[in-house]
T-cell receptor, first 110, second 114 residues
């Protein structure tokens, strides 16, 4: 089937920028999402981007979309310890159907 | 609004037992989904619904049944539990209003099958 792939782990120093990468295969996806999961909790939407956009900025978060390469990235500026979590990339498939990557564990060190 | 609620939070079953995981949302969302989360595999879609009375299979539907008799409720039934169904189960809802189809997730049910 159509896959969403992410690297599994990222370590970053507090105050640095984090960049989490994702590749997807379904070029018909209209929306792509980034979710955050803290330990023991459900997923929370961080941001999303519509497929006709190249970039979206929301405070410390910047999403870049390269449709030609089917590559999505999430940049977190000035990373804080509270940003330690698992980050999931997801694509909208058909009506009501979404596909998620395996998640990237981000560890922020002092 | 309570958002998406799931019960129970934790459950231990013996192989062969059946049970129903409950999910409810109070946001009048059209779409509801069930996922399971396993280490290193992310979230995999079990079943989903695009409205009351309409359900469809996801990636890993075997061993699970769903029904959607109301907009609010979307229970997941395990017919005969197996150790391979040990996982964390998440229910989510979304709608098409505003166009982003943002999904709201419940807190999850941690299921262990022995």
């Amino acid at each position: 089937g159509e896959d969403v792939e992410q690297s599994l782990f990222l370590s970053v120093r507090e105050g640095d920028s984090s960049v989490i990468n994702c590749t997807y295969t379904d070029s018909s996806s209209t929306y792509l999402y980034w979710y955050k999961q803290e330990p023991g909790a459900g997923l929370q939407l961080l941001t999303y981007i519509f497929s006709n956009m190249d970039m979206k900025q929301d405070q410390r978060l910047t999403v870049l979309l390269n449709k030609k390469d089917k590559h999505l990235s999430l940049r977190i500026a000035d990373t804080q310890t509270g940003d330690s979590a698992i980050y999931f990339c997801a694509q909208k498939r058909s009506w009501g159907k979404f596909q998620f990557g395996a998640g990237t564990q981000v560890v922020v060190t002092p | 609004n309570a958002g998406v609620t799931q019960t129970p939070k934790f459950q231990v079953l013996k192989t062969g037992q059946s049970m129903t995981l409950q999910c409810a949302q109070d946001m009048n969302h059209e779409y509801m989904s069930w996922y399971r989360q396993d280490p290193g595999m992310g979230l995999r879609l079990i079943h989903y619904s695009v409205g009351a009375g309409i359900t469809d299979q996801g990636e890993v539907p075997n061993g699970y049944n769903v029904s959607r008799s109301t907009t609010e409720d979307f229970p997941l039934r395990l017919l005969s539990a197996a150790p391979s169904q040990t996982s964390v189960y998440f229910c989510a809802s979304s709608n098409s209003r505003g166009g982003s189809y943002e999904q709201y997730f419940g807190p999850g049910t941690r299921l262990t099958v022995t």
